[in-house]
Structures are given as structure tokens and as C-alpha cells.
């Protein structure tokens, strides 16, 4: 049975079992879920939408997506960030068919309407005249979502009761700050986001980056191999995994920290002018975390994730250098998602450096690097298996958590709940139980 878009929050009440630590396999597969998360979360929650590197001057547009609609994230001619709805207020055509540049404004292709990059109504290229006599003319300025930033980070969300981003964003803001905010200068963007349609529900890329630990060493044991120099490469990323911290950040943000062996030397894969910057801008507890980090994977409720590590593909004779991917999971339909992956860097670095951090960064996490085909196989065949007649029946299994979920770390240096393993498979669920959250509208202010 199809869960209709009339469901009631006590119709999917029970998809999710907060106590026993399982799902429904249903709320990845049913076309009337994935309709009711476009209302109940992607139009109530932050999205993120992107970084300020990506329009620095007046003007400066790229185009992205919240939720399935379509915005321009513009920089108007007074500096100010907006976030317009890429649909025009006369018959709902696109106004901007690009992905990124520098405009005055925006025409619309059909009949020519005009709005400035305020999302302001300028012309109708009709009778203007009529228009403005018979009709409050600025009604037809394009609709403009709520904008939101944390330091250069930019979300946004249609839903004007919404807490502020800073509440939103909670404890995960002392974690964004050590990815974001680790230099004075900060962060700026490698080029434009990738783009690639993986053949999966949307939920399963935030899940696995909220984070999945135990798949490292078994989905990408063979790149864990040719990436990492000596033989027991793999045995070491599993020790590693099952003894570092993951984080429940609050909110239904999530990620896991996962701590290099002693044998490594602290800050692996940056170079010494960004270490000291690193060392004169984050706090001691930022720093104990940041320097043993070889992984650091997290979501930010409900699509947006990070990935960093340092790699290097000729481990036997070249050090290697860290990369950091950031992401939307956009849920184009029940069983599609489309990937928008950016590689970031900081501003200080050097040019040498950055190249390279591109380099591993599409070598490893973009629509060809190894780690996302491993995961994109891993991914397309949950959906081949959840979705027959009887596949949708059953469950998905977090039980590990149960064995977790009491045991919180009380040394741990950061704010929110640490638990003492990247296998703990807590903070991965607790993607699900926020999604529970809203999807059974007990969240005040997105009702
Ligand atoms: S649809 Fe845009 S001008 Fe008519
Ligand atoms: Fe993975």
C-alpha cells in the first residue's frame, strides 16, 4: 500500500522505532513519503544553499535547488545575499536557465519579464502601464526564500516561523567552525559543484555521512588499500573506526571523528603555514579533536554533509594531502538522488596546495571518485532490495545503537553527545529519528 499525501503524523508514526533502533523499509521506497518530506522538511527546515566564495561581488548568481524548487542565490547590486524563487510570478517559467554568473537581473524567456538580482518586478514588457494602474505592481516580485548565514555559509528556508540559523545550527557550530572557520581568512570554494544522479533514496547518502562507519572498511576496503602505504592498512582504519568518537550534534546533525593511530603524526595532509593558522584561530578542545582527525563525515539535517581526509594515491612515495568535500542530497524522486559535491580549501593556502586538495578530492568523493562509485553500488542495491512487495515490509537495522546509546563519552572535548565508536550506528540513526520528528509534525515552529 502507497502512503498517500492525506497521511496523518499517527500513519507514519510507528515507520520509525526510536526504542528498538530499526525503520520501515518503506520510508525509502513509497513516492508518497518522499512527497510528504518535500512539505514536512525541505520546506520547513535551513537548507544549505551555498558559500560566500561562489558570489563575491554584486551581481554574482549560481542556481540551486531547495527541496525540488528551484532559486537563484544571488548577490543584489547592494551586496545583499538573496535567495529568489527561480520561477516567474506570471505564467512560473524559469527567469534563469544558467548555473552560475553575473547579472543585472533576469529576464524571463516567455514573455519577457524583467526582475533585478533583488528578485524585483522592473518590467512586464507588456502594457507596463496597465499593470501598474489595476494591479499592486511589486506582488510580481519573485518570491524571496529566508536567508541565513554562519560565517560564509549561507542556508536558507520558506518557512518564516522558523528558529534562527544559529539555533537551528546549535552545537554543530563549534564543529562547523573547525572545518569552516579554522583560519582567519576562511574557507573559499574549488570550482563549481559537481553534479551526478545516484539511483537511491535521498536518506541514505545523509545516513551514511551522519556517519556509517562499519561500511568504510568492508565498501571501501580496496581504495583503503591503494590509498594508505603498508599491508594492514585496513585492519588499521577498522581499529580506528570501532575506537573514535562519533557526535550527535543536536538537531539531527551528525558525524563521526575518526582518530589516527598513534603511529601517525598529528595534522596529516596539511602544510605548515596552514597548521600554525589552525593553531592561532581554534580553540585547545577544536584542536585536540582537528589534529588526530584522518576522517571527519557529518550531516547537517536534513541534506547537506561534509567529508575530509587526507589521500594520497602513491602512498609509497608521496605524502598526502586533505581534501574536503562538502554536499546536498537533493531528493529528486523517491528512488533518485542528485549529488551536488564542492571541494573547499582555505584562502591562505597555497596554490601548490589547493590544486592538490582538488585533485584528491575528485580522485576520492565526485561522480567518478572511488570512494562515491563504491558507494553508489552500495547504495543502488539497498533500493533494489527494499523496495520489492516483500522487501518493503521489513526493516532496516540501527540495533547497534542500543548497545551505544547509553554509554556517552564524558571526556569527550566537544559540545552535543559523543558515543566511543565510529561502529555505533547512534548518531546514524538519529538522522531517522529527526526525520521522524518532523515527518509526525512534532516540531513546533515547522508545523
Ligand atoms: S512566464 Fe515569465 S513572462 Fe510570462
Ligand atoms: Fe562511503
Not at 525541505?42 to 554574482?60: C, M, N, Q, Y
Not at 603555514?273 to 588526530?292: D, G, S, V, Y
Not at 586533505?322 to 546536498?328: D, K, S, V
Request: with cysteine; proline share 5%.
Amino acid at each position: 500500500m502507497l502512503i498517500d499525501e492525506t497521511f496523518q503524523p499517527s500513519d507514519i508514526e510507528h515507520l520509525v522505532d526510536v526504542e528498538n533502533a530499526t525503520a520501515s523499509r518503506q520510508i525509502f521506497c513509497d513516492p508518497g513519503i518522499w512527497r510528504m518530506e518535500l512539505q514536512r522538511i525541505f520546506t520547513r527546515t535551513w537548507l544549505f544553499v551555498g558559500h560566500a566564495s561562489e558570489i563575491p561581488k554584486a551581481g554574482d548568481y549560481v542556481t540551486r535547488l531547495m527541496g525540488n524548487d528551484p532559486v537563484i542565490l544571488v548577490r543584489d547590486a547592494g551586496g545583499e545575499i538573496r535567495v529568489l524563487h527561480n520561477s516567474c510570478t506570471h505564467r512560473g517559467s524559469l527567469v534563469c536557465r544558467g548555473t552560475s554568473g553575473n547579472a543585472r537581473g533576469f529576464t524571463c524567456p516567455y514573455h519577457g519579464w524583467v526582475f533585478d538580482n533583488s528578485g524585483a518586478i522592473r518590467a512586464t514588457a507588456m502594457d507596463d502601464a496597465l499593470y501598474k494602474q489595476h494591479t499592486d505592481y511589486h506582488h510580481f516580485d519573485l518570491k524571496r526564500a529566508r536567508v541565513g548565514t554562519y560565517g560564509d555559509l549561507i542556508f536558507a528556508t520558506w518557512n518564516d516561523d522558523a528558529i534562527s540559523l544559529d539555533d537551528y545550527l546549535g552545537d554543530a557550530r563549534w564543529y562547523l567552525d573547525i572545518m569552516f572557520h579554522r583560519t582567519p581568512e576562511g574557507m573559499e570554494v574549488l570550482g563549481a559543484p559537481h553534479r551526478w544522479v545516484s539511483t537511491n533514496n535521498w536518506k541514505l547518502g545523509p545516513m551514511n555521512f551522519g556517519a556509517d562507519g562499519p561500511h568504510a572498511v568492508k565498501v571501501h576496503g580496496p581504495i583503503t588499500d591503494a590509498t594508505f602505504a603498508g599491508g594492514n592498512a585496513r585492519q588499521m582504519l577498522r581499529d580506528a573506526l570501532i575506537e573514535s568518537p562519533s557526535v550527535s550534534m543536536g538537531n539531527g546533525h551528525n558525524g563521526i571523528w575518526t582518530q589516527a593511530p598513534e603511529a601517525f603524526p598529528p595534522f596529516l595532509g596539511w602544510e605548515p603555514a596552514l597548521i600554525e593558522l589552525f593553531q592561532k584561530t581554534l580553540k585547545p578542545e577544536q584542536l585536540q579533536l582537528m589534529q588526530r582527525a584522518v576522517a571527519s563525515v557529518s550531516t547537517i539535517f536534513p541534506n547537506f554533509s561534509w567529508v575530509q581526509g587526507p589521500a594520497s594515491f602513491e602512498p609509497a612515495t608521496k605524502m598526502p594531502t586533505t581534501f574536503l568535500a562538502i554536499r546536498n542530497w537533493q531528493p529528486i524522486a523517491h528512488d533518485r538522488t542528485e549529488i551536488w559535491n564542492w571541494f573547499m580549501v582555505e584562502k591562505e593556502a597555497s596554490e601548490a596546495f589547493k590544486e592538490e586538495a582538488k585533485r584528491m578530492g575528485i580522485r576520492t568523493f565526485s561522480a567518478g571518485g572511488t570512494f562515491d562509485q563504491d558507494d553508489a553500488e552500495a547504495w543502488h542495491s539497498i533500493q533494489r532490495g527494499v523496495e520489492g512487495e516483500i522487501g518493503r515490509t521489513l526493516d532496516v537495522s540501527f540495533e547497534m545503537a542500543l548497545a551505544y546509546r547509553d554509554r556517552a563519552l564524558v571526556d569527550f572535548p566537544g559540545p552535543g553527545t559523543a558515543y566511543p565508536s565510529n561502529y555505533a550506528e547512534v548518531t546514524e540513526f538519529d538522522v531517522l529519528v529527526e526525520w521522524q520528528r518532523y515527518m509526525t509534525c512534532k516540531i513546533d515552529w515547522a508545523r
